[in-house]
């Protein structure tokens, strides 16, 4: 086993025989679990040699930006990403340091300065919010200013029973006059620096009705909570399964504002991935106190082919 922690390679590139362009990448060694890289990727084993032939192949390729080597081919396996690392794995996988003519971007504003791109779509960032760990983020209106966020796998829909909804202005009613104003999200918007929810932006939502709460809230105006029995139609359901995020576990949630209110039926999942409610009260919102939500990266694995790596250079 390779007992150094860093080692440079610097390449020199000729351009028609006139220029010498100097090619500096420093590698840092890490630990990360085997399923953190790939599926069935052998672990690192090899001699200070093979190290730095992988690292001189990193170099020639315009995109590498961390390497293992396969002990079962005798090959370099280059990649184009920063795989999650974690410092109780158990691989030692390579890195580009700080101090290398290569990085990867933080934000979408970065990935566009740095690569020219102006196409929408699903980008691998690396956000200063989660420790630089990489983050599946759609970039949207990348020509332009660009705007971050998470694609939703599952449904996100929140529900708001307001007073238009009254029969006859009665409450507790097991009817209402529909239809319900609701907002169902394909995508949500962050701010990258804080993975804090935008959820007034409803660019990537369906709205039935006029709703005026956001993601994350429910409101019912169908009656005060202490009374029995009284349906309640005001729910949220925050699902952000297969997105590579989770709910940061410290958020409270329950009466945003209220008249004889309270927040029912709260449940929120073991990994931090779904939270779901409902709203009772006369009339009252809940969710998020105080807000707004916030995303932190989980341990699920996800894809390299979900997103699109752009590798920058100095």
Known sequence: ?????????????????????TVSLGFRLIKTKLDFVEPAMTIWSGNSSDLMRCGVECAKEQYCVSLLYDKTTGSCKLFSVVFDSDESGNIDYWILNQESTRWVPKSCQELASCSGI???????????????????????????????????????????????????????????????????????????????????????????????????????????????????????TIDVRETGLALDPTMVFGLITSYSAEIRDFTRSDDGTRISFSCAGWCAICGPTPGPIRFQRSKEFISVADGQAVVCNR
């Open 1 to 21: 086993m390779i007992r150094m922690t860093t080692f440079f390679v610097f390449l020199f590139i000729s351009f028609r025989g006139l220029h010498l362009k």
């Open 118 to 236: 102006t196409t929408d779509g699903e980008y691998w960032i690396y956000p200063t919010a989660t420790n630089g760990r990489r983050t599946k983020i759609y970039c949207h209106k990348l020509a332009f200013a660009p705007l971050h966020y998470v694609t939703l796998k599952y449904p996100n829909r929140f529900i708001q029973h307001d007073k238009s909804n009254l029969i006859n202005g009665l409450e507790c009613l097991s009817d209402f006059k529909g239809p319900l104003n609701s907002l169902d999200f394909s995508k949500v918007r962050i701010q990258i620096e804080n993975m804090e929810v935008i959820g007034s932006d409803y660019a990537f939502a369906s709205l039935n009705g006029s709703p005026t709460i956001q993601y994350g809230q429910a409101l019912d105006c169908n009656g005060q909570a202490f009374r029995h029995p009284c349906p309640h139609f005001g729910n949220a």
